[in-house]
């Protein structure tokens, strides 16, 4: 059974930094996109940050030159560096992965349970 499991998340002041991770494990043949959204209380689910699997990116307008991610194939990890953090940006962070599970021919969108970022002073 494939899992995706994040990690990073926190209480940070605005201006400050975090790094979120998150790990693919269980039977995977191959991983196509990787990506990350968030939802905020009250409003709806939004992209912010996507990776394919050749290493081409896409932000949400309201995170870039601020967020950053990047991807560990070799670990079936993706991570998402956060700089210069806004109390807008407070949220439930989620991964995504489309992956074909091993013993599969189709490729399906796997979510993580999702992990807390809080900017506030």
């Known amino acids: 059974q494939v899992q995706l499991v994040e990690s990073g998340g926190g209480l940070v002041q605005p201006g400050g930094s975090l790094r979120l991770s998150c790990a693919a494990s269980g039977s995977i043949f191959s991983i196509n996109a990787m990506g990350w959204s968030r939802q905020a209380p009250g409003k709806q689910r939004e992209l912010v940050a996507a990776?394919?699997?050749?290493?081409?990116?896409t932000y949400a307008d309201s995170v870039k030159g601020r967020f950053t991610i990047s991807r560990d194939n070799a670990k079936n990890t993706v991570y998402l560096q956060m700089n210069n953090l806004k109390p807008e940006d407070t949220a439930v962070y989620y991964c995504?992965?489309?992956?074909?599970?091993?013993?599969?021919?189709?490729?399906?969108?796997?979510w993580g349970q999702g992990t807390q970022v809080t900017v506030s002073s």
């Open positions: 990776i394919m699997s050749g290493g081409s990116t």
């Open positions: 995504n992965a489309v992956l074909r599970p091993g013993g599969s021919s189709r490729f399906s969108d796997y």
